[in-house]
């Protein structure tokens, strides 16, 4: 019963997709354009067959980068709100600064800390985290602001502290917010690393795309793409699991 | 001898207001109101809408300031004082969504340090009591309107506090149900011996739930009169079509033209 509605909601973007990928497979076939150019996506499924294991590998590499950095993010992200929100002072201070941060593009910060960092694995977590955690930290920060100012007031004469009104009121109020930061960070993580990887790297599907264009084997730079993408949607969709698990009220207001 | 008269005097008055006044930038909502409210005592403040009411209440619960007159619960005049010793029932009812209906109840008393389940244990006999056993682990969102303010009511009770400021409490709700709700608090009032001041525009609320009605006129808000509340028991209607109730509803109608 769950599942035929799940199934019902899914069908036209699979029925679209369907689509897309037939008509890419028969033009491609028809123009007859070389693989090099312009894999069909049969050509791509191949790659995903005859590479797997190096695709595996670097897959594995890569999505450990995601799913650190984005852990990372969200910690930092999270206690830097829940800061901000606790004293004004700090946030008039840290919040200018957080928006000029994010204006600095990452593919010039990139090579700046690998250069730092070296080539290993932290570079692509700071850089990870620099992309993730901004979202994070203004979805939570306009969460922990959107309660109603008159649970203030019912607080205040139910005898509840700044802290229990943080804990019982504001904190579960902010959690839609802070969930959508939280997903539009899990897309940006896919991106993060990426670029992390571009900029120095020995291992990861950035640094198997940037292998394989030189070699002109672009099937597996197509098949890296249909990976991260498929890797990207993953985290999004843990992250709206675990928000229904959380947020289950959010769904009442809803309905 | 004179100290024990003295502090009997000030325990036995729960509210005291002289003159208060309070303004809004341009606005004066209160203009020099008078009020004193006995401890146990039930007073109704009756009034057309935005007449102060509920800034009436904002101010002895230490929610606000006055602008001007003084105010004391209880003998203190500080707010944070007034505030130690006044629950609140806002209009709305403002249960948490994440919470359940007991756990909403129970706000307060984890408020005051103790531990959820410790707090459940002691909400848990009057939920049973007031009718409302079989909705402990409902969410709001699956409580009716009325069911819902008898939780918020219930908080309101379980917060410990002498006095129970009730700010409209079935205004949002249809008329079948506000008379259910009537005859509830009613007995529920009973139960507990509080000192109640209750916001209302409903003329038949006041008089079944009050001891005494104080009749408020339009903003700026002052209180025009003060009528005693002196009904026999029975039930909510046998009581809103007796004798002395008409008489009381007629004088009252009458102090608000």
Known sequence: MRWASHVRRAAPTLVLLAAVVGLWEVVVQAANTPAWLWPSPAAVARSLADDDGLLARNAWVTAREMLLGFALAAAVGMLLAALLHFSAAVRRAVYPILVASQTVPVVVLAPILVVAFGYGLLPKLAIVALVCFFPVVVGMSDGLRSADRQYRRLMLTLDAGALDLFRRVELPASLPALFSGLRIAAAYAAIGAVFGEWAGSGSGLGYVMQQAAPALATPRIFASVVLLTAMALALFGAVTLVERLAVPWSRDAAA | ?257
């Open chain 2, 1 to 257: 001898m004179q100290d024990l008269i003295e502090t009997s005097v000030e325990t036995a008055t729960a509210v005291e207001l002289a003159g208060v006044s309070k303004r809004y930038g341009d606005v004066l909502a209160l203009d020099r109101a008078d009020l004193t409210v006995r401890r146990g005592e039930r007073v109704a403040l009756l009034g057309p809408s935005g007449c102060g009411k509920s800034t009436l209440l904002a101010l002895i619960a230490g929610l606000e300031e006055p602008d001007g007159g003084a105010l004391a619960v209880g003998g203190a005049t500080d707010a944070r004082e007034r505030l130690a010793q006044c629950a609140l029932m806002p209009q709305r009812d403002l249960l948490l969504p994440w919470r359940s209906a007991l756990d909403n109840a129970c706000l307060a008393l984890e408020n005051q340090g103790l531990s959820r389940a410790e707090a459940r244990r002691r909400a848990q006999p009057l939920f049973a009591e007031l009718g409302l056993a079989e909705f402990e682990r409902a969410r709001p969102s699956e409580l009716s309107g009325g069911m819902r303010q008898r939780v918020a009511f219930l908080r309101t009770l379980l917060a410990g506090k002498d006095v129970l400021l009730l700010d409209e409490p079935f205004g949002a709700l249809d008329s079948l149900t506000r008379a259910a709700l009537q005859g509830w608090l009613r007995d529920a009032l009973d139960r507990e011996r509080r000192t109640v001041l209750l916001v209302t525009h409903d003329v038949e609320e006041a008089l079944l739930l009050a001891d005494r009605v104080a009749v408020l006129s339009p903003r700026p808000g002052r209180v025009l009169a003060e009528v005693a509340v002196d009904l026999p028991p029975g039930t909510r209607r046998e009581l809103v079509v007796s004798a002395p109730f008409l008489e009381l509803r007629e004088q009252i109608l009458e102090a608000l033209e």
